[in-house]
């Protein structure tokens, strides 16, 4: 039988996606949504490199370092907007953020 194995840059880039997909979905059920604007496109946009991320390092994509560099730097800029609410949900995903670009930089180098 074949074993599947993912990498820590896959796990993470999984992780993250959840985390900015659930954050985007609080946030959307905050007071202000207005507010939180910037912060729900953030998370949309993080969701959606990391998937693709995870996606490519299974593949192991000719394309993998431009794609967990961009990751990385996405997970940056998702990650400082986070960090500028006070509530669980976005301090946990500035956290997720935190920990992919990490691992998306070592894949990258």
């Known amino acids: 039988m074949n074993t599947i194995n993912f990498s820590e840059c896959t796990k993470t880039c999984i ?9 985007a979905d609080l946030c959307l059920k905050e007071i202000d949504v207005e507010m939180m604007r910037e912060c729900i496109q953030r998370c949309i946009a993080c969701a959606e490199i990391c998937d693709l991320c995870a996606r490519s390092n299974q593949r ?4 993998l370092v431009d ?3 961009l ?11 986070c960090r500028k609410h006070n509530n669980e949900h976005c301090l946990q995903c500035a956290e ?3 920990q992919c670009a990490i691992e998306c930089r070592k894949m990258a180098a």
Not at 15 to 23: A, E, K, R, V
């Open 96 to 98: 997720a953020c935190r």
């Open 60 to 63: 192991e994509s000719s394309f």
């Open 15 to 23: 992780f993250c996606s959840l985390t900015c997909s659930t954050c």
């Open 67 to 69: 794609i967990c560099t």
């Open 71 to 81: 990751c990385a730097r996405v997970c940056d800029h998702c990650a400082e907007e």
